[in-house]
Structure formats: C-alpha cells, structure tokens
C-alpha cells in the first residue's frame, strides 16, 4: 500500500484537488464483515499482500450487529446417517426459484470449505464425540443441515476472520465510505445490442471526515452488505446502512431485487424474532396509545390455540411466505401489520412474562407439546421455558437492558435480507473487468433461500474472487487513466457538494425540509408501506416517479450548510438510485402479471391480494441504469451444469494451474 497526494500526480502542481491523499493497492475490498474480511484473508493466503479493507467504521454492519435466537449456517449435511450430496444441496438452492444453477452448485459444493476453514479458524460450532457437526432443519431445508454457535455466529465469524486477515498483514481503513467506483471516463453502460463490456475498473472514490480520498487500484472486491436502511420497519442494525448505488452506476445490472426476506423482529434493539423466541409461545398483545391492552388473536378474529399453534411454527417459518399467508403461520405477520397500519400509534409487543389464563400446556399443539418436552421446557411462562430452551437467547436481550421475565418486547414484520443484488457469474465477478461482488450484496439467490445460506455464501463467493484473481492476477491501472477517472470523479463531487450547499440556504435545519435524513425517512416509510410484504402496485409507481424526480434535481432535493459533512446526503443519493432499482423491478415484475410470490404479496385494484403460485421462476429479472434511465428485463436461468471430466484430467489441470501460478509470481505483485 502507497500513500500519496494528488498533487503528486499532477507534477507537483498545487490546485483545488492537491490535497486529495492517493491510495495505492492492488486489490481494496469494500466493507469489514464476514464476506469481505474473508475475501482479504483468502488474497493474504494466496500471496495477495497488498490487499486493504475500507470500511466506515470496522465494528458496523449485519455481521457484527444482527442475529437471532440461534443464527444459522447452512451447509452440506456433516453427521449422522442421512444422505446428502453436492448436488443435492445445489438442487435445494436451485428449487428455490431465480437461481443460476451454476452459482447454486458453487454455493453447494464450497459450503464444507467454507465452513471447516471457519472452524478451524475458531468459529465454535457444536460437534459431536467422533468430530461430526450435527445440524438442526431450518427454514426451506428438506434434511437437517443447519448449525449455529449461537445468537452472534456471524459477530464470531468476522472476528476470527479479522484475526486472521491482520495476522497476514491485511490492512484496514476505518472511516470510508464509497462514493463511486472508477474507471475509464467515457461510456460505462453497453446499450441494448451491444456487447462491448464497462471500462475496467481503476479505482475508488471515498468520503473521510477530513474529506474525499482516492485509491487507485487494480480489482475491487465490493463485500458492502445489503441496503440496510431502504425500509423504516427494519431488522438491519442501524449501522448497516448503505446501499447498491454505485454498483448500478458503474454498469453492473442489478437481479432479483423483488426477492427479500421479512420476519417478526424486536425493534430496541433490532434483532430477528425466529426460532426458539416463538417455539416457547409467548402472547402477541396489541397495544393502545391509552394503555388498555388486546390479545392480537382476538384482534384478528382467531381462536387462541390456533394461534398458539401458529406461533410455535413462526420459529421454522420465521419469514413470511406468500404460501403461508392465508392458512398458515404467515397470517401472524398479516395480524401484526394490520394492527399497527390500522392505528399509527398501536403497538404489538412479544408478552414473555406469564401465561395468561386460558393457556393449557396440555392443549398445545402435538408438535409444540413433543418438541417443548424433548427439551424439558414443558413448563409454566414463556421467559422460563425461553430459559431453558436457549439460555443466550434470553440473555442477549437481558444484556441490553430489557428483561423478557418481567418487560414486553416491541415487534415489527421488518426487513431482515435482499436475496438479490449484484449480477455475478460463478466467480462472483461482475460485466465490469476487475469488480467482484460477494456476500449480501451479490445477487445470488432467489424467491426461498434456506435459512443460514447467506452466511454460508459470505465464504463460497469470497473464496471463488480470491482464487479468480490469484490465478488471473491484474494489473495496476495506467496512470494516465487513473488520473482522468480521478479528475472526472472530483470534479463531479465538488458539483455536487455545491448544490447541497445552495440547497442548505438561507436556514438549514429550521423547517426547511431539505435534511437528507428526514427525506430519507419518508422514502423508508413509504417503503414499508406499500413494497413490504404487501405490495401495492399503483403506489409503487408513483413512489418510484417521486424517487425519479428527487434523484434529477441539484442536491437530490436535499441540503446542507457550507462546511458540514455531505455523507448523509450521499448516503441519501445512494438509497434513492437503490430504491429506484427495487421498485422498477417489483414494477416489472407486475406488470407481468405474475401475482404473488415469494416474500410478498401483491395487491390487485380492489386491495385483494392476488393468487399465489412459482410464477416466472425460470427467468431472472434484471435492472440496468443506461444513462440516467432505468431498464428492466428477464434472462432465463442457467441449469446446473454437469461436470463429467475424469479425475486424472481434473489432476492435471490443477498441477497446470498451480505451475502457472508459480510463474506469475502471486507472492510478489
């Protein structure tokens, strides 16, 4: 890694950019969870040294901060007697719907791997006397082939990866955040017909509280997370926040952003509602601004051990399901939100303190009764059978103030995970030559992902990246067209920080309406409003032509004061080109007469939802930006491919792979 000035680059020239430091590395990765820190970690082992994390604070982010009763890695099956296979996990993620074949083999085949590497880098996963690690079914899962180490897996994931990383010299750049990816000024973005491919990438540009930097480099490795704050109901920790902005303007396409997951969450602090949190049956009351108090089963008109019943199967099928809704366990996410959209001010809050009196525990349902008393936890309370049925889960929300014996807990149906993102090939490279995209923030899964597969993907795309640029190692871009993409990027910035100052006269912060957080605010409310689990397709339109208009003027609407940070207000622009993304795709995919599917239900005219069922489910769809306009389309699926290459052939190539590694130096870029 070099440090340097622009200035230095101009030939010593003073001027308006001179100060702006110049990072130099030969491959940066963007953000500090599990995925990136794995990717950093895996270029360090394959002799990658000058490789450095940017991240806007190391500790922020899902990784760090979200989790649940006992969050979940979904890997091949690694005990007991049931068959499993490679492809017949690959088959599970394929079934799910809108997933290339070849990214679920991928994902099948590196989830042992990945998860071994884990383990052996400390990640304490529960395992059994003869050294196996027995699994537990979650969620879309036909065998058992979940683990956990607990509530904070993926906290304990990305601190033994850190470990790791820094132990091999990896360096990390704490108070970044990315505002666009560089590269050669001129046309980004291949029109309909066209196949010229994006200019490659040549670098990055950053927002430090001292102000922008630059990093020149040869790949970039974009392991960001999810678009956190797109919705106000959210169980993203308020930490993770960014969105997939600077992908889409950097010509990468952007799939299946229609595919997200949502669940039942606490709301202080933000943490996922599944599992052992509702197999313990605890009471949904619906709260009034006046105090007075209802059971939400006699709210939604259903009788308490049906509800009961359904509660209990929230823990397997935590997130809603379009499936589910009528008939299921997913009516108790309709319930909820039917409670607090009809009153703003009600509150439905998670009652663990007693039973209340016409609860039975004989009259629980037989599989509530066998599994509770499998567990010895056939006893009076939610909090006390919570206790025993998963002590840390209490305990997480005891260590954060809230004691579930004695305090309700306020619930949400939140966001909690998009499954899709970026467009990336069984490498997990992008169309943009030297952009790689792992973890959340790649669009790799589809309509029903089993639960834990996100983490477990954190660790196969960021392994395929490293391995991809070991054995293809770039190079440092031209000097001469770093420095025209760094001039075009700044000279672009300091435009539009002007705007958000104009903007921010004469009285910023005094009712103006111009604060990038409150505009933000509105956006995620309406959000969750009428693009959640219940989507209403007349809305979304005009929200996506506000979207539009914000996005088109000076300062995206918004201001600032002349010397204050403009972060929130990129953050804001960057949420906008995300939120546009999201809803042209759910835009596109009812005008397509689809119906309902997946995560969500779709609204007809009359405000009935509309039917059910796996619709277009072999094609994949897809938003580009071209120019300043959005374009949506489908591409069919790829199959899983099937590789009959005999193993002493698949031996030589390794041996032919590993020679030319050898010869490129990878130990000395």
């Not at 050294?131 to 058992?144: F, I, M, V």
């Not at 950053?206 to 392991?223: D, I, K, N, S």
Request: aromatic share 6%; hydrophobic share 40%; glycine share 12%.
């Amino acid at each position: 890694m070099k440090r340097e000035r622009l200035r230095d680059w101009f030939g010593g020239e003073d001027g308006p950019d001179g100060e702006v430091p110049v990072v130099t590395a030969r491959v940066v990765v963007v953000g500090s969870g599990a995925a990136g820190l794995s990717a950093a970690d895996r270029l360090a082992q394959r002799g990658i040294r000058d490789t450095i994390v940017v991240t806007e604070r190391a500790d922020w982010g899902a990784s760090r901060n979200a989790g649940s009763d006992k969050q979940t890695y979904y890997r091949l099956t690694l005990a007991g007697d049931e068959a499993d296979s490679v492809l017949s996990l690959a088959r599970t993620f394929f079934g799910g719907g809108c997933m290339h074949g070849d990214l679920a083999l991928a994902e099948a085949a590196l989830s042992v791997r990945g998860f071994y590497r884990l383990v052996e880098l400390g990640v304490p996963f529960p395992d059994d006397p003869s050294g196996g690690y027995p699994g537990y079914r979650t969620d879309h899962d036909p065998r058992q082939r979940g683990t956990s180490c607990g509530p904070l897996t993926s906290r304990i994931m990305a601190e033994c990866l850190e470990r790791s990383a820094r132990s091999r010299g990896v360096r990390i750049l704490e108070g970044h955040r990315v505002l666009s990816i560089l590269s050669l000024p001129g046309s980004r973005h291949a029109r309909p017909g066209q196949a010229a491919a994006p200019p490659p990438v040549t670098g990055l540009l950053t927002l430090t509280p001292e102000g922008p930097c630059l990093f020149r480099c040869a790949a970039v490795v974009w392991a960001g997370g999810g678009p956190g704050a797109l919705y106000a109901d959210s169980a993203y920790p308020e930490s993770q926040s960014g969105g997939l902005g600077p992908l889409l303007e950097a010509g990468v396409p952007l799939v299946n952003l229609t595919e997200w997951q949502y669940g039942m969450a606490a709301l202080h602090p933000r943490w996922n509602l599944s599992g052992s949190y509702q197999q313990v049956v605890p009471e949904y009351m619906a709260l009034a601004e006046d105090g007075t108090s209802m059971r939400l089963c006699d709210v939604a008109g259903l009788q308490p051990d049906e509800w009961r019943a359904m509660t209990f199967l929230k823990g397997y099928q935590w997130p809603f399901q379009a499936e589910r809704a009528l008939d299921g366990s997913s009516r108790i996410d309709l319930a909820v939100l039917a409670a607090m959209s009809e009153c703003p001010r009600r509150r439905v809050v998670l009652d663990y303190r007693t039973d209340p009196p016409d609860f039975d525990l004989g009259r629980l349902s037989g599989d509530a009764r066998a599994y509770l008393a499998a567990a010895g936890a056939l006893v009076p309370g939610p909090a006390a059978r919570l206790r025993i049925l998963n002590e840390p889960a209490y305990r997480f929300f005891l260590e954060r103030g809230t004691d579930l014996a004695r305090d309700p807990l306020d619930t949400a149906v939140c966001a909690q995970h998009c499954n899709g993102g970026a467009e990336v090939d069984d490498h997990w490279r992008t169309r943009v030559p030297g952009l790689f995209v792992c973890g959340e923030a790649a669009g790799t899964f589809g309509v029903r992902r089993p639960g834990g597969a996100a983490l477990a993907s954190t660790q196969a795309g960021s392994l395929r990246a490293a391995e991809c640029l070991a054995l293809q190692p770039p190079r440092l871009p031209d000097p001469a067209g770093f420095l025209a993409a760094a001039t075009e990027a700044l000279a672009l910035f300091r435009a539009r920080v002007g705007d958000l100052v104009r903007n921010g006269r004469p009285a910023p912060g005094h009712g103006t309406g111009r604060e990038p957080g409150a505009r933000r605010d509105a956006h995620a409310r309406a959000m969750s409003r009428w693009a959640g689990i219940l989507r209403q397709p007349t809305a979304m339109a005009s929200l996506l032509e506000e979207t539009v208009r914000d996005l088109a003027l000076p300062g995206w609407g918004v201001g600032i004061r002349e010397g204050d940070s403009p972060a929130e207000a990129f953050l804001h622009r960057d949420l906008l080109l995300t939120q546009a993304a999201v809803l042209a795709a759910m835009g596109r995919l009812a005008e397509s007469g689809c119906g309902s599917r997946g995560g969500a239900l779709t609204l007809g005219p009359d405000g009935v939802p509309l039917p059910t069922g796996r619709c277009l489910e072999d094609r994949i769809g897809r938003v580009r930006l071209v120019g300043s306009r959005l374009e949506t389309d489908f591409v069919p699926v790829r199959p899983i491919p099937v590789h009959e290459a005999a193993f002493e052939a698949l031996w030589r190539d390794r041996a032919a792979n590993a020679a030319k590694g050898k010869e490129k130096g990878h130990g000395d870029w």
